[in-house]
């Protein structure tokens, strides 16, 4: 990389996202982790919201991946079950910087996500049993009520709910953007490079890094 600035520094992405998230998390006001996660409907109609980014997992030479939860019945579970991809920007005001993401998903639905379901407060819990997530809902009420009824069954240690858990995007892209004087913002762009495998199958072949214009 050819950035004359530290904050590029780096040959893994995943570390700089990471660098780039823990400065965010002394500076952001609230939910320094917000992302904005894209995705596509049946038809092709692109649908965003805002989720929180649980972990960005580096396994060290440029490999990693971003993690979330979520409940798999709601639009962006079923949409993502669909397609296999999704995208999202992470941007800090504060800093004047942004990250953009583009990838595939595959679920995380074994230890890592009773884990990370266990480490949530009581009430979210059982919150993720009583919300038929996405659904219509014909009253506040009504999910409060929904909410007490999973509380009286499950008690104080719910497990975790079959239909939620955990969704890693394993990026194909990574930009990161930095607010620059007079609009001449930093761009630098990471697309995963392809070849192929002893058995003719595609496996990544690490990255190519390049200067955007703004």
Known sequence: MSAQDDRFDGEDPFVI????LAEAEASEPNDANAIALATVDAEGMPDVRMVLLK????YGDGQGAFVFYTNYDSAKGRQI???GKAAFVMHWKSLRRQIRVRGTVTREDGPQAD???ASRALQSRIGAWASAQSQPLSSRGALMLAVA????????NPPRPPFWGGFRIDPVQIEFWSDGAFRLHDRFQWVREAASGEDGRVVSAGWKVQRLSP
């Open 81 to 83: 079950a669909a397609t």
């Open 17 to 20: 996202a990471r660098s780039w």
């Open 115 to 117: 884990a990370y379901y």
């Open 149 to 156: 009824r999973q509380g009286a069954k499950w008690g104080a």
């Open 55 to 58: 972990d960005i997992e580096s």
